[in-house]
């Protein structure tokens, strides 16, 4: 009987690091700036054999599970490595979430092992471990770290096995701003296609170059910026936290081509003293995603003229869903499409869906659906909640609220989930934001619904302003009037050091709203 793709075990699941060690064994492929080293690709490989090894030695095989609790380090891609090789499944865990949650995701993970860096040694010394931790190793930036004394110290014979690419790889969970994390099953056949979308939508700028890796890795951005440099044999950069001081130094000193920021860095990056005088010229793309990167903040990198591009995805549907990167030197392409998400990739498909489940036209505002062979393949022992987000002929239901022009790009236009009724008028949040966001004097911006008793709900917003900024409530509000209909208009507005973030730098409008409701 014919044996489908989905079912053939290949040597070459998994073992990224395997086999671009064997096409450039001497090409330096990360720098990992915290430790201050190089690897070349056959150093990667022979450390995630020594990883495998280990990992083996611990009767950790084929589908048991590893949590890493840590910032981006060479460790952790170690064990990325050292997954693909052996079968068994990584789950990096975020170190933003509360002790609670934490203990929480990794009693529904059940790992047998937990590699944690001691930076983060009195939150992990608050967690539940349960009883399959059977190995616990702490990673430290001294002599003393046991991921060297007692991982590396194992031979490098290759460990790699064949497998299936229906085979969970990752188990990425979600931001947790709505309910419970959610924890996705990523197949390797999911981070495959991802690599080739970035790599194909991208028409190759994408790959082959060297890359700030800026987003975390227990956020599906952060793998899907790294793998594409090991696919295609490019230089990723580790750094363990963003620091715009540093950025603007690693640009200079190594060469940077690919710079993915997500809308807080992007403030930082072009507020900072060193912003003007760094040239950018090695810089050929800055990407952002996540959440909607204004135009305005993007017009400094735009005046040195560097290409930019909004990506958006969602971890259940790729996350490589859409991007627009136009021919180098059509900065008037990257203004004129800057409001939006750009096309969808090489090889995924989308539709606009009314709430009565009819397709809509360009023009038309509904729920965005996305299908490909990047899907993932749904939430760990959690089959309701998948239910809920995917299609029996295959798509996900994203929740965003999106619109496609006549031309095919696709704007986000907020989250069907975020609206609210003020008098009967429904209302996006993320429209009120996103007008607020076109001030010059604001560079953050959030927007909720509160209890009224003669509306049922009005909208507030509470803005961070720009650095020695003199613009009052009064004056936000006279500019909203001019570019929203007076039921969408803000009640009050709030000036505020800062606004709450998940994890993946997006909007807390839970945290939010529990802080507004305790004030």
């Known amino acids: 009987m014919f044996c489908s793709s989905e079912q053939m075990e290949m040597q070459w699941v998994g073992n990224w690091i395997g086999k671009r060690a064997s096409i450039s064994p001497d090409t330096i492929g990360i720098f990992d700036k915290g430790c201050n080293q190089k690897f070349t690709f056959k150093e990667l490989n022979s450390r995630a ?13 084929k589908g048991d599970k590893i949590c890493v609790i840590s910032r981006n380090r060479i460790e952790v891609v170690d064990l990325f490595f050292a997954a693909g090789k052996t079968g068994a499944i990584l789950s990096p865990i975020s170190y933003r979430l509360a ?14 092992a937990i590699f944690f ?5 009195d939150l992990f010394n608050s967690l539940n471990i349960p009883e399959s931790v059977t190995t616990l190793i702490r990673l430290t930036d001294d002599s003393s770290n046991e991921f060297n ?48 979308e970035l790599a194909a939508s991208s028409s190759g700028r994408i790959c082959s170059t060297s890359e700030i890796i800026t987003l975390p890795f227990f956020h599906t951005g952060g793998w899907n910026i790294f793998v594409p440099h090991i696919h295609f044999g490019g230089y990723a950069i580790l750094i363990r936290s963003f620091n715009p001081k540093e950025i603007i130094e690693l640009i200079n000193q190594e060469h940077v081509n690919i710079l993915p920021l997500a809308t807080p860095m ?22 952002t995603g996540g959440s909607k990167c204004q135009p305005e903040i993007m017009q400094p990198f735009w ?29 008037d392409l990257v203004k004129d499409k800057a409001d939006t998400i750009g096309l969808p990739m090489f090889h995924c498909d989308y539709k606009i869906m009314s709430e009565t489940g009819d397709e809509l036209p360009s023009g038309k505002a509904g729920i965005l659906y996305l299908r490909s062979l990047h899907n993932f393949d749904g939430y760990l022992n959690d089959e309701e909640r998948t239910s809920t987000i995917t299609t029996k002929d295959g798509w996900i239901v994203s929740g965003d609220l999106a619109i496609a022009s006549d031309d095919g790009f696709v704007s986000i236009i907020g989250r069907s989930d975020n609206m609210f009724i003020s008098g009967g008028e429904n209302i996006s949040p993320e429209e009120i934001e996103d007008v607020l966001l076109k001030h010059k004097e604001i560079n953050e911006a959030v927007c909720i619904g509160i209890d009224d008793t003669k509306w049922g ?11 020695g900024s003199n613009t009052d409530k009064d004056e936000l509000l ?26 993946a730098n997006k909007l807390d409008r839970n945290a939010v709203i529990k802080e507004h409701n305790k004030s």
């Open 49 to 61: 054999n020594k990883t495998s090894n280990f990992l083996l030695e611990k009767d950790i095989n």
């Open 99 to 112: 002790a609670t949650e934490i203990s929480d995701l990794i009693d529904r993970i059940q790992p047998k």
């Open 117 to 121: 860096e001691e930076f983060f040694q």
């Open 149 to 196: 004394t007692k991982v590396l110290i194992h031979p490098d014979n290759e460990a790699n096995i064949p497998l299936q690419i229906s085979d969970t790889f990752l188990l990425i969970h979600t931001g947790g701003t709505t309910s419970t994390p959610k924890i996705c099953k990523v197949s390797h056949q999911q981070v495959i296609w991802n690599s080739v």
């Open 266 to 287: 992007a403030l930082m990056l072009s507020n900072h003293p060193d912003f003007d005088s760094c040239s950018f010229e090695s810089v050929d793309i800055i990407f």
């Open 303 to 331: 005046d040195k003229g560097i290409q930019t591009a909004q990506s958006y995805g969602l971890t259940e549907a790729g996350p490589s869903n859409f991007i627009f990167i136009p021919e180098k030197g059509r900065m």
């Open 457 to 467: 709900q009005v909208p507030i917003a509470k803005v961070v302003a720009k650095k």
């Open 478 to 503: 006279q500019f909203c009037s001019k570019h929203l209909a007076k039921f969408k208009l803000p009640t009050d507005i709030y000036f505020v050091e800062e606004i709450p973030k998940t994890g």
